[in-house]
């Protein structure tokens, strides 16, 4: 059973960067789609942005001045990093994995749980 | 680009009720729908034209009219009472984006 994991600061000061990894066990890391989506404290769900194994990268051109996603296959994680924080940044953070066929589109079928960070000083 | 749910509907224990998604890139690209719990993160209900993943149960179906895909719950149970999120690829560029959401209360 594929599991992804986030870890990272939960706490993180305004003007600095956020930092998260994403775990990935019980499958590979390859032929998939690694994806960071956002939830802000009672409000919706925002995408982030994506990378595919071989390192194809897509970002929401709203934060793109200001993400990075990469991956590393030899430890099967993927990260995020989001410099140039603000209190608006403040979300519970997921990383999900993305399946894509040409009959049924694009999904996440594996998520981890989630984990809050909060832009305070 | 936006993709724009109802914010809320309700329904009566063992009745059916349909959540609908709109958006521009809808007539080019399937939408997904996600289930969120209070506390929990979202997970896939309903993918492709009629997918379901599995440990779904079967009242959970997918559907679509025109340019607008519906997530239907036939004989809504108590446990379905959370928040649903469809997702779909943009009109222009390789980026995607959630619906609004939709909160399903059970009566």
């Known amino acids: 059973q594929v599991q992804l994991q986030e870890s990272g600061p939960g706490l993180v000061k305004p003007s600095e960067t956020l930092s998260l990894l994403c775990s990935i066990s019980?499958?590979?890391?390859?032929?998939?789609?690694w994806s960071w989506i956002r939830q802000p404290p009672g409000k919706g769900l925002e995408w982030i942005g994506q990378?595919?194994?071989?390192?194809?990268?897509n970002y929401n051109p709203f934060l793109k001045s200001r993400v990075t996603i990469s991956v590393d296959t030899s430890k099967n994680q993927f990260s995020l990093k989001l410099k140039s924080v603000t209190a608006a940044d403040t979300a519970v953070y997921y990383c999900?994995?993305?399946?894509?066929?040409?009959?049924?589109?694009?999904?996440?079928?594996?998520w981890g749980q989630g984990t809050l960070v909060t832009v305070s000083s | 680009s936006e993709l724009t749910q109802d914010p809320s509907v309700s329904v009566a224990l063992g009745q059916t009720v349909r959540i609908t998604c709109q958006g521009d890139?809808?007539?080019?690209?399937?939408a997904s729908w996600y289930q969120q719990k209070p506390g929990q993160a979202p997970a896939l209900v309903i993918y492709?034209?009629?997918k379901r993943p599995s440990g779904i149960p079967d009242r959970f179906s997918g559907s679509s009219s025109g340019n607008t895909p519906s997530l239907t719950i036939t004989g809504a149970q108590a446990e379905d009472e959370a928040d649903y999120y469809c997702?779909?690829?943009?009109?222009?560029?390789?980026?995607?984006?959630f619906g609004t959401g939709t909160k399903v209360t059970v009566l």
């Open positions: 999900a994995r993305g399946d894509y066929d040409i009959l049924t589109g694009y999904y996440y079928d594996h």
């Open positions: 019980g499958g590979s890391i390859s032929s998939y789609y």
């Open positions: 990378i595919y194994y071989s390192g194809s990268i």
């Open positions: 890139s809808l007539g080019i690209y399937y």
């Open positions: 492709g034209k009629n």
């Open positions: 997702n779909s690829r943009a009109s222009s560029g390789n980026l995607y984006v």
